[in-house]
């Protein structure tokens, strides 16, 4: 009974008339609404950065599935953020082609350099480090993404020159 | 029937099954987890490997998965090869390197699928180092408690809580190795069936709570088969005792009625039987209005001194035994006795009954039930009714999927295959009702309509089956599908408290006309259609009769039976305070009691034996589990040493339970089944008495040491074949003597397909409880009634809503279940919240008359016109009366209830391990 008491009011205070739109032109092209689903919360990630409980439940709504359902398809995804992100992400590759080109050394200056591991955030909010299995770009290992921008061939100097000191604004 | 090789054996199997069915079916010990006989395949644990060969030449094979692998004329398998035993023993070792080793403090240790399975493939040793992955365990309510950590994936509980029971607020979530199963936030599960991931998961994730609170190893426990007396559906039950205390209750299979599943309020509902409560001792009353404790011998002497040769009645009771009832009966005479229904019961049942014998159709099974594949609802939200048929009714609207599989040749034991396939197509249901209902999801059609006129569209519907033209084009189409369905069936029943919507049932089963067609009601209590069929020759009259014969009574014995929730108060007043000597047998205080003269104090169904006749007309047969406490007496040993103490000529002749059942044989045609029910006392099994205690059952000669250090002897159990022993085989007996489910190798409730002649079929030992009514040629004699329906200028119609937690008598004094009961509400729609400028969680004031109730509103969103919900049984509710006419205005004084109900015992159970959990990215 807790998906029922969202009502249709609360899921239009949480989600913006343009979300609501963009996932209306999804279920254009899908039989069943929660088909949508992924779609949705890609949406919605697209705008915020991440998918709070909040947004999770009204999109729930909305597609009338319960909130369970969509947690499942939310929590199945490494790449539905269920948590605050900061303002890029890097996913940094520890697959195989990358571990043999020596990216676990990398790893661990582009920890050092930003203050942090795996699944956290700077304290200036503006990048979150997390693991990936593989980008596709085993020619060029190491690699890894930072936005949306694969960034290869990494080396110390590499990730020194993307981070240094100053471009972090939290290493004072 | 195609022949297979199994490690060279050959095998005759069924055609269309499974490998691993096959094997099991050939008594093989073949391991498996995700697989269930009620769910399918899925093939997601890789744990019933076995390797298959092309030939007979080819050496080599490959390893399938049993359960997802066909059998087929000819085809070869091999069990033992090394290969397959150490892929087996692999998947165990994987799922071991993170399940926590505590078994020691796991209460699912000792009946643990896991455990089974571990010893089976022969894995001992862990050479596993490093951490262990752990999680965040949710609070799921007072019933069901979370240990996430010992979780090995195997996907059984999604598959159960949403596939299979519809609830849709537990989830597979995450994924790879931090998968997680769980809620989307912590809170109450909201499925009236979630007690059994207790029995469902093959591991310590779900167990149940309030066992917890009390816990004994299964192995300790002595165990009796037993008969659910939640509501009148008979579902078999195995209650769990010690230290004369029922601890929990498990499932009992019975392939015709509840199979593999029960609901909460049958699972967890037995807990007023250990509640303060209950009566120890019979009492006399004293002149201040206590009671001073007697012994039974005095209590018997104080009773027959007031109606030995006096003039007596006696009411009985829908919730006693057949047995007790009958003797009553017999004792007091039939004229004499009131069946102890409300008059507006007593009313329902006797039409249902006559409906039942007259109609031309089947009174179905619940596996009956399953096989429908057009469902009619009038009236009954069956989920909160008769739960365990709800959760049939759930099934039979898979029936499409089954038809589609079919068609493209998939078998339908392929589970992912054939949800996939179907989709969102389901065999048609139409629910008919006032207000919302549980089954509101799977139907294909709503109808929301006031009592009256859902009997109307009854009659429409049987009209457009008679073929004549209605106005009314749902009606039309509901005749439709239910004229093309195979095996259509018509759910009514006695919850509405209206005659014609019963009536209008019948009606549309006999207008249907056709040999397969069913019809099913649901009924209030565990015994009322038995008792019904008792006093079907109506010479005792009603209530009201009673309560004007009163002041010329000398004394009135009532059976198990609070008569102030038959009848208004100041009838029941007038009933009990009119100078007769009232006499009450029952198990724990109420209101009746206190009004009572004497008391004796009734042995509980756990400690007693008897017949209960089920809403499909089922007599079965329930056992004490444990011997009564105190100087308690089953009801029917109170009435029968009482009828000797009267020196009553025909009673006295009686000894023994088996003597009771033969007379209330002989007394009604109806009747001659009961005989047949179950063995006679004198059963043995290679010699013994069927063992209520298991093999391994410890302390017997030392559990009472702190009571007292001598060693008391066992008790004796001189009225049926079952022992409080452990001495004994609990093998090949009757199914109806099956006290626990155990088998060497297979602790866990997954021994039950050892005591299965084959997988997901009838039990060894033959069905069990003997149906008494069989369907008719005739058709049910309705015409009269068709007339009677008028529909009345619409006004506030009050309309009852049964609850599964807090409607019944009983489990309401449980106190997991008083819980979830939560206030009395009254259910309204949102308009009418509007109007009142109310919301839920806020007070109402309801006035019927001179009775007036502050009760919580629920907001709903189907609801007929001019009709309101209001939550029957509750104590806040007392007074309101279905049907009538009531006013409804705010509350002022009302105080909203806090988050408190739901967390009272949270601190006790949560243990916090972080480090993981479900939104962990």
Known sequence: ?172 | MPMIYVDGQEIEVVQGENILEACLNAGLDLPYFCWHPAMGSIGSCRQCALVQYQNEDDTRGRIIMGCMTPVSEGARFSLKAENAAEFREAVVESLMLNHPHDCPVCAEGGECHLQDMTVMVGHRDRRYTGKKNTYRNQYLGPLIHHEMNRCIACYRCERYYRDYAGGKDLGAQASHDHLYFGRHEEGVLESEFSGNLVEVCPTGVFTDKPFLKQYSRKWDLQSAPSICQGCAVGCNIAPGERYGKVKRVHNRYNQDVNGYFICDRGRFGSGYLNSDLRLDYAGIKNPDGSFFAVHQQQALDTAAGWMAGKKIAAIGSPRASLEANYLLRELVGAKNFVAGFSDQEAELMGSITTILQTTKAINPSIKQMESADAVLILGEDVTNTAPRVALALRQSVRNKAFELAEQMGLPAWQDAAVRNLAQDQRSPMTIVSALDTRLDDVASTCVSLAPDDIAAFGYAVAAALAGELTDNPSADATAQMLKTAKNPLIVSGSSMAHQGVIDSAAAVADALDKATSMLSFCVPECNSLGLALMVADGLGGSLSDLVKRAPKLDALIILENDVYLRGDKSQIDQLLASGTKVITLDIHENSTLDQSDLVMAAASYAESQGTLVSSEGRAQRFYPVHSPAAERLPSWQWLLRLANVMGHKKLSKLEHFDHIVAACAKSNLLFAGLVDVAPLNSFRDRGSKIPRQTHRYSGRTAMNSGVSVHEPQQPKDHESPLSYSMEGLNRDQPSSLMPFVWSPGWNSNQSLQKFQSEVDGPLKGGPSGVRLISSSLQGADLSQQIDKVTLTAHQWHLVPMQQIHGSDELSAHTEEIAELAGRGFIAIGQKVAEKLSVSEGDGLLVTQGEVECSLEVRILSRVAKNCIGYSVGYPEAQGLTAGSLVSLKADATWQRSGAEMIASDKASFEQVISDGGASNV
């Not at chain 1, 999109?59 to 790449?79: Q, R, W």
């Open chain 1, 1 to 172: 009974m807790s998906n029922a008491k969202m009502i249709q009011s609360d899921v239009s205070s949480v989600l913006t008339l343009q979300e609501m739109a963009e996932i209306d032109h999804e279920l254009e092209h899908i039989p069943y609404k929660s088909g949508a689903a992924i779609d949705a919360l890609k949406i919605i990630q697209a705008g915020r950065g991440w998918v709070s409980d909040e947004c999770l439940q009204a999109i729930a709504k909305y597609l009338g599935m319960s909130s369970e359902e969509l947690e499942g398809v939310a929590t199945f995804y490494n790449l539905i953020y269920r948590r605050p992100v900061g303002e890029k992400v890097i996913l940094f590759c520890d697959s195989v082609s990358c571990w043999i080109s020596g990216c676990d050394s990398v790893k661990q200056t582009l920890s050092d350099t930003l203050g942090v591991d795996y699944g956290e955030t700077t304290k200036d909010n503006r990048y979150t480090l997390l693991p990936v299995p593989c980008l596709g770009a085993c020619d060029r290992a190491p690699v890894m993404m930072v936005g949306d921008d694969l960034v290869t061939h990494l080396d110390d100097n590499k990730i020194n020159e993307l981070f240094s000191a100053g471009k972090t604004g939290d290493q004072s």
